[in-house]
Each structure stands twice: as C-alpha cells, then as structure tokens.
T-cell receptor, first 115, second 116 residues
Framework: DQQVKQNSPSLSVQEGRISILNCDYT??????FLWYKKYPAEGPTFLIS?????DKNEDGRFTVFLNKSAKHLSLHIVPSQPGDSAVYFC??????????????FGRGTQLTVWP | EPEVTQTPSHQVTQMGQEVILRCVPI?????FYWYRQILGQKVEFLVS????????KSEIFDDQFSVERPDGSNFTLKIRSTKLEDSAMYFC??????????????FGEGSWLTVV
C-alpha cells in the first residue's frame, strides 16, 4: 500500500532555518490531508491539516501547501527549533462513501534540527 | 487538554494467548479507531467504530481481532490468539465526528505488544 509516500526518510536543518517536508499521494479520491508529529514511544500528535478545496493552510510556524494537480503536499516549518526534532507523518483521507476517517499514512520523515 | 489514554503501555505475551488492549477515548468523541505500527513500518489502519458497531475494517483486521465498547468510556481491542507478527505498537484514536474534512483524529500514546 503506497498510496501516501514520504520519499525522504530524514532531514537535517539548522535552527532558525526553514524545514520543508514533502509528501506525495497517488489516490485522487483523497481530499483531506494531515500532518502528525511523533516522538519516540509516544502517539502521533496532530499538527496541521488541509482540505482539497484549499492550497495553503497556516498555523503559526507551520504551513502546509497542497498541489492537487501534482498530488503533492509539503509542510514548512519556519523558523525551525530543536524541539521540532521528531518524526513527521503525512496522512490522507478520502471523505466519501464508507471510508469514515480511515487515514493512510506515509512512512514518515525524521527531522533533526541542530543548534 | 483532554487526551486518549491507553493501557497497558507495554505487554509481553506468549504466542497463542489472548490479549486485550484498553483505551479511554476523549469523552465527547463519537468515533473510535485502532491503528498499529510494526517496528520500522507505516502506521496502519485496523478498524473504525461508531454507534456501537464497526464502521470500517482493513484487511489486517481478520477474525482474530475484535473491538468492543463495553461501557460509556472504554474501547477495547482483543486479539484472540496472538501470532509473532502481531508484535507492534497499537494506537487507539478518537474523533469528535467522522474524522473527514475539517476534523482531526487524536491518538493515544500507544500500547506496545510483544509476542514471544
């Protein structure tokens, strides 16, 4: 099941710079996308989401961009902080038919922000 | 801030034994889910539950799995006869409504199951 792909397993960024995490999807039925952050031995924590009717959603230091034609989304973190170091998961949902809330996850990208 | 709580945090069980993982979803939420993550792999959907019945289940959720909401607060996942490949972190999650557009699914901290 490769419907959601995060092709970069890791990303290293200096504190204060921008972190850009990428995600691609293949299922054109997906119409809602979420980013989760996960620390070791903890559950995924919701960060930000975007619906397919938008191309950008911003919340503080976090901005998600959606390019539907390319089936691509990205999460920008500006400025990056050491506390942002975690695994970031992209997830997608198709809000149609009987698929009530089933999320399809990517494999995650380990972000390391160094001082 | 309300959170999804799960017990136990870690359980070791012998192959073939039954395991029950417990969850207390956020109190005003209506939709409940189980996901799992095998070490090194993706987080995978197992099942969703609404109005005291399964809404959807994945191909992973075969006859050895069952879910129950025995009272107004708990939501359990039972694995009837565990196999080695059931070793994973199991996440319970809940959502105020169906978790589609405009909604968020909140995850618990996970229950790490090791089958030996």
């Amino acid at each position: 099941d490769q419907q959601v792909k995060q092709n970069s397993p890791s990303l290293s960024v200096q504190e204060g710079r921008i972190s850009i995490l990428n995600c691609d999807y293949t299922n054109s039925m997906f119409d809602y996308f979420l980013w989760y952050k996960k620390y070791p031995a903890e559950g995924p924590t919701f960060l930000i989401s975007i619906s397919s009717i938008k191309d950008k959603n911003e919340d503080g230091r976090f901005t998600v961009f959606l390019n539907k034609s390319a089936k691509h989304l990205s999460l920008h973190i500006v400025p990056s902080q050491p506390g942002d170091s975690a695994v970031y998961f992209c997830a997608a949902s198709a809000d149609r038919g009987s698929t009530l809330g089933r999320l399809y996850f990517g494999r995650g990208t380990q972000l390391t922000v160094w001082p | 801030e309300p959170e999804v709580t799960q017990t136990p945090s870690h359980q070791v069980t012998q192959m073939g034994q039954e395991v029950i993982l417990r969850c207390v979803p956020i109190s005003n939420h209506l939709y409940f889910y189980w996901y799992r993550q095998i070490l090194g792999q993706k987080v995978e959907f197992l099942v969703s539950f609404y109005n005291n019945e399964i809404s959807e289940k994945s191909e992973i959720f075969d006859d050895q799995f069952s879910v129950e909401r025995p009272d107004g607060s708990n939501f359990t996942l039972k694995i009837r006869s565990t196999k080695l490949e059931d070793s994973a972190m199991y996440f319970c999650a809940s959502s105020p409504n169906h978790g589609g557009m405009g909604n968020t699914i909140y995850f618990g901290e996970g229950s790490w199951l090791t089958v030996v």
